[in-house]
């Protein structure tokens, strides 16, 4: 009787093991959901921004939790493009991702970073309406962060957006020609050295043609907060004085990167010629150079092979100590001696382009362009 009671026990403990499995196994099965039960959505259906919307929330794009039917917390990502880059072979091989913190299901975006995003990143025409693809991923990934084999799940929507030039206007110490060189009365750009930082540090480009200056070009730097405060000669070629004639910067003629500090009168220059250095042509410092248009102010490199997916750096006179590449929002930052910052610039599209460069609206403001 005893030996007949363990065995029922035993039988009946197999069974519950077995039953038990069975339900955890039921339970534990990753169903991927349909895209439409995220329930994604925009706030708003168009976005026109301005400089007045840089401060303001112009834009919340939300969605419910993906469901895969397990107790797992998805990988959630935003991926902004174009229409006509969402279907064929390489679709959304173009588009700006940003991905979600883990647990939130939405992003509100403030009108300056919304406006870089639009015209820094995706490089969509300002002032000007534009159709923007935005795509929501709900990905499962391993405990490693690599992919996994569930396949991702992905929901759509469309809005319109007009992006604004976002052009900064920095003080300035303004280029007034000396003796017979004439430069514009009014601030211009190519003829400005401004401060980024609002200190008493300033920096832009200037193209010296040698007009009739002293072994170089005669010029005086005028404040834009003070109109009395005219900037020129301190006794030799890198000081200045508030009392001086006109300052005299050689070699010239030539393109010039410049320095002011107006608290320690100084300045600087250095002769610059840029090149684009990078993955398509093996990181030359002088295989790709780029040509200075005096007319449009720009430099300028044509017919330039460049490949999707790698990246490059504008550098000069065959270094990296004068270079730029971008920061995390897309904008052209200073990367050489000797902070050595930013991020190589990202290649989005194969094919043949013209990359410019322009410097000429001063420091803060440098912009470049891929066509």
């Known amino acids: 009787m005893k030996k007949i009671s363990i065995q029922i026990i035993y039988a009946f403990l197999l069974t519950s093991l077995f039953l038990g499995c069975k339900k955890d196994a039921s339970t534990n099965i990753v169903v991927p959901p349909k895209g439409s039960s995220m329930v994604f959505k925009s706030s708003v259906s168009s976005v026109v921004l301005t400089a007045a919307t840089d401060a303001s929330n112009v834009v919340t794009f939300s969605f419910n939790a993906a469901d895969f039917g397990v107790s797992i917390v998805p990988t ?99 280029v007034r020609g000396g003796n017979s060189w004439k430069t514009p009365a009014v601030r211009t ?13 300033y ?14 070009d005669a010029f005086q730097l005028v404040s834009s907060k003070d109109a009395a ?25 030539a393109y010039m990167k410049v320095n002011a500090d107006v608290d320690a009168l100084t300045i600087t220059y250095t002769p610059v010629k840029f090149f684009i250095s990078g993955d398509d042509n093996g990181w030359s410092t002088s295989a790709t150079p780029l040509v200075y248009n005096a007319t449009t102010m720009k430099w300028v490199a044509s017919n330039v092979s460049l490949t999707a997916g790698k990246t ?60």
């Open 76 to 174: 959630y990502s935003l991926e902004f493009d174009l229409p006509a880059d969402t279907s064929g072979a390489n679709a959304w091989g173009n588009a700006v991702i940003v991905k979600l913190p883990a647990g939130t299901l939405s992003k509100t975006y403030l009108g300056a970073d919304f406006n870089s995003l639009l015209s820094n990143q995706l490089m969509l025409p300002t002032g000007a309406v534009s159709t923007l693809v935005v795509r929501l991923k709900a990905e499962v990934n391993q405990n490693t962060g690599a992919a996994s084999v569930i396949k991702p799940i992905y929901s759509s929507l469309t809005l319109t957006v007009n992006p604004y030039k976002a052009t900064i206007e920095y003080p300035a110490l303004m």
């Open 189 to 201: 750009n190519g003829f400005v050295l401004t401060s980024s930082k609002f200190n008493a540090k």
């Open 203 to 216: 920096e832009g480009y200037l193209n010296l043609p040698n007009a009739d200056g002293y072994g170089g």
């Open 229 to 253: 405060k005219v900037y020129g000669w301190g006794g030799t070629a890198t000081t200045m004085s508030l009392t001086g004639g006109n300052l005299y910067l050689t070699p010239a003629p």
């Open 312 to 371: 490059f750096v504008f550098t000069a006179n065959g270094s990296y100590d004068i270079s730029y590449k971008v920061d995390a929002t897309g904008a052209l930052v200073f990367a050489g001696a000797p902070t050595w910052g930013g991020i190589n610039i990202p290649i989005t599209k194969t094919g043949v382009f013209t990359v410019t460069l322009d410097l000429s609206a001063g420091d803060g403001n440098y912009t470049y362009s891929i066509k």
